[in-house]
């Protein structure tokens, strides 16, 4: 089961959201960056959401204060929350991933799980940023690359894909059309019917 970190909960927002990991991490830290003149590139963004470098101490540090949750609220709100298209859905794999993450205590699953179900629009933004907070304040654990790079570089998965996939071979796919005789009969002998068979 995944672990619930920067990463993952990311990741869970972004299969929600019609938006790039660039605009998404400019949109939810559109504060910080401003006021740091802090620009996010493509590499580094995919690296943080890929669980492959931590997240900026800088960037965790402004939004563990206090009054800074509220600004990443108000980013998430504004920005963010217009390109999810189905916030329930959000908020229900966002509450499967605290309630099956074995480090996380009891009593830290109930805070975190505090607003859900949620009633309204506001208070999923309010379950969503918190438990995003909650993330990027965990002690930061590299995923294990070693599958994600052997599939991707023969091509065999799909970023996305391999992501998902943990301590698992996939098998070879087959490259040859074999066991289907019968339709490929069929299949000739209607082209050869409208004069399309060879």
């Known amino acids: 089961m995944d672990r619930c970190d920067f990463s993952s909960v990311c990741r869970t927002i972004l299969d929600s959201a019609t938006l790039n990991q660039v605009e998404f991490l400019e949109n939810l830290f559109d504060d910080y960056a401003r006021a740091n003149l802090f620009f996010f590139n493509a590499g580094l963004s995919n690296r943080w ?28 709100n ?5 390109q999810i298209c189905d916030y329930n859905n959000l908020t229900n794999a966002l509450h499967d991933l605290v309630l099956n993450d074995v480090s996380i205590s009891d009593d830290s699953k109930k805070e975190l799980l505090g607003y859900y179900p949620c009633d309204s629009k506001s208070e999923a933004v309010e379950f969503i940023c918190n438990i995003l907070i909650f993330a990027m304040s965990r002690p930061f654990v590299t995923r294990d690359t070693k599958i994600i790079e052997k599939h991707t570089s023969s091509g065999a998965l799909s970023l996305i894909v391999s992501e998902r996939i943990f301590g698992a071979e996939i098998p070879v796919p087959c490259k040859h059309f074999s066991g289907r005789n019968k339709e490929l009969a069929e299949l000739h002998d209607i082209l050869s019917e409208n004069n399309k068979g060879s």
């Open 49 to 76: 959401l890929r669980g492959l470098k931590p997240l900026s101490s800088a960037i965790i540090k402004y939004y563990k204060a206090d009054d800074k949750a509220d600004n990443l609220m108000r980013n998430f």
């Open 78 to 82: 504004k920005s963010i929350m217009p």
